[in-house]
């Protein structure tokens, strides 16, 4: 349950310690992290406590762990899941009881991956000295055999068996961040839309209006972390102006299917549980295509989610581009995605026989090396600004990671370290994503 949400009513600016913005999974990790090392945090969210869009609406994303060795992002997602067993430890401490549970956010299942002789490089270096619990088929007859599957001859198979491999909730998490902020005596400014963002001498002045009552106000505070995803580029014109190269967000749809609930109670319960089983699944085709099981409905039926990972479109105004309906196009290409996977497992299910039960426009925020941004932004004197971190260009990847990314950005807004090796890797990689022929080393840190 979300505690009461703090306000302001001040008629002149006030000066605050640390303002978040962005209220989704990436600044409701970083104001966790704050708020958890004791700072003062307000994280300012233009949207109610129930997200209708953005980036982090939903119930599902890819959760995975599978990477070579010292592959970052499977730290990430890692890292991400040791720190979220402290915030549910947090919250359980805090209320005297044991509500929040990790089956909250993770819902364990194995992740499938389906590669390509082009990639067989990858897949063999995925396998060798792999610590995460795999299996595989590197042709047609293992896939058979091993998993039921009956593939095209170019197709390999990876089955990662993981506990917190799956999918993760982010409405759950986001709502339990915002809970563990509010336990640190925090606040959570939600409905609130920042106009305008500049620098006021040592501090940064924030303008913003509440979009259910009209009501402006402004504040000004001594640090700042900017985590408003595709937004990024415009809130930062006036402090980094050229930030909105750095950060290029672009329309991806997804699209949501159920198999029709007579035809799905016919199925054998061997060939139910092997549709749970089989999903997510990535699809390393020409979309690199994603899928998952959102949820289960009131028929019990699995509501499944799909879409290209590299389907991506420009778009012109970023306000409306989430209600966007899905062409007639899209849908045929979920539903055909959907279809050729499903025969893929060998389960009984026509194309006739699958329902497109809605559409979602989601926005990337890619940058140039799909890299996700977690960075101080140089200042007027080209030094780094310690007091602003940039968390940002997720690029479809942030989920997993969400708690780790939260956690850097906090470190580096307190100017904390940490020893280990993949945190160190880790964050070097985040500081230098944004940096491309076009955009000057200087707008980072050195590392």
């Known amino acids: 349950m979300i505690l009461p ?102 819902t364990t299942s194995p992740v499938t991956y389906i590669y390509y002789k082009s990639r067989e490089e990858t897949v063999h270096s995925l396998i060798e000295n792999q610590d995460d619990p795999i299996e595989y088929a590197t042709s047609v007859e293992e896939a058979s055999k091993k998993f039921g599957m009956s593939l095209p001859d170019s197709a390999l198979v990876l089955r990662e068996f993981k506990q917190y491999s799956g999918t993760m909730n982010p409405k759950e998490l986001i709502g339990k961040l915002h809970v563990g902020i509010q336990h640190h005596g925090n606040a959570v400014w939600y409905n609130q839309k920042i106009t305008a963002l500049r620098r006021n001498k040592d501090l940064f002045e924030i303008e913003m209006k509440h979009t259910k009552t009209g009501e402006s106000k402004t504040i000004l505070c001594k640090k700042m972390v900017s985590a408003a995803g ?18 290029t967000p672009k329309r991806v749809f997804l699209v949501f299917l159920k198999i029709d609930p007579a035809k799905y109670e016919r199925l054998s319960p061997d060939q139910k549980q092997k549709i749970k089983e089989f999903y997510p699944v990535l699809d390393f085709t020409s979309d ?38 899905l062409t007639k196009e899209e849908k045929n290409w979920g539903l055909q995605s959907t279809f050729n996977y499903l025969q893929q497992l060998n389960i009984p299910v026509g194309k006739a026989d699958l329902n497109c039960l809605d559409g979602y426009s989601c926005v990337y925020s890619l940058t140039a090396s799909e890299i996700p941004i977690v960075t101080n932004i140089v200042a007027d004197d080209s030094q780094p600004d310690p007091n602003l971190v940039v968390l940002g260009g997720m690029s479809g990847v942030g989920a997993k990671g969400a708690m780790t990314y939260g956690l ?19 964050k070097k990689m985040l500081r230098e994503s944004g940096e491309t022929s076009d955009t000057p080393a200087s707008w980072f840190i050195n590392s």
């Open 5 to 106: 949400v703090s306000s302001s009513s001040e008629k002149h600016p006030s000066i605050k310690d640390t303002v978040v913005i962005g209220g989704g999974l990436m600044g409701s990790s970083a104001a966790w992290h704050l708020s958890n090392q004791g700072e003062n945090v307000i994280l300012i969210e233009q949207q109610d406590s129930n997200y209708t869009f953005g980036s982090s609406f939903g119930e599902a994303r890819i959760a995975r762990s599978l990477g070579v060795k010292n592959d970052i992002f499977s730290y990430l997602h890692n890292r991400s899941v040791t720190e979220t067993k402290k915030l549910v430890q947090f919250l359980n401490d805090k209320e005297g009881n044991d509500r929040h549970k990790m089956e909250d956010i993770y």
């Open 230 to 247: 595709p937004y990024t580029g415009k809130l930062l014109n006036e402090i980094a102006p050229r930030f909105d190269q750095i950060i």
């Open 288 to 325: 690199l295509v994603f899928s998952m099981i959102e949820k289960i409905d009131g028929d019990g039926v699995p509501i499944i989610k799909i879409g290209g990972h590299l389907i991506r479109k420009d778009f012109t105004n970023l306000d409306t581009v989430w209600q966007k309906d």
């Open 408 to 426: 850097i950005a906090a470190n580096l807004l307190l100017q904390k370290e940490e020893d280990s090796l993949m945190y160190q890797l880790t």
